[in-house]
């Protein structure tokens, strides 16, 4: 017999979720493989936009791209971090 949470402690909203009703979610009975891939996706993700940004030439870059650019960032490390807290909580239990 397979034993699940209730959808309310088995679902983790991520932390960059705008609304109070969660939209997006972490599913915490997923396996530690997905976690850690879909963590790894997001987190490079971000390194590689860090590392186009590093090697750009900025004179032809304009001053309102840099809230654009944080957000994405900050949205992709985040929702990684999340994903590797719930695959620590997994491991630890």
Not at 19 to 29: A, M
Request: hydrophobic share 40%; charged share 25%; proline share 3%.
């Amino acid at each position: 017999m397979n034993m699940f949470k209730p959808l309310n402690t088995r679902y983790r909203a991520l932390t960059t979720n705008y609304s109070e009703t969660p939209v997006l979610v972490i599913d915490t009975e997923a396996s530690h493989r997905d976690l850690l891939d879909a963590a790894e996706q997001r987190l490079r993700a971000a390194n590689n936009l860090l590392e186009t940004l590093y090697c750009l030439c900025f004179k032809q870059a304009d001053v309102k791209d840099i809230p654009n650019i944080v957000t994405a960032l900050y949205l992709l490390t985040q929702d990684g971090c999340d994903l590797l807290e719930v695959a620590r909580q997994r491991i630890n239990n």
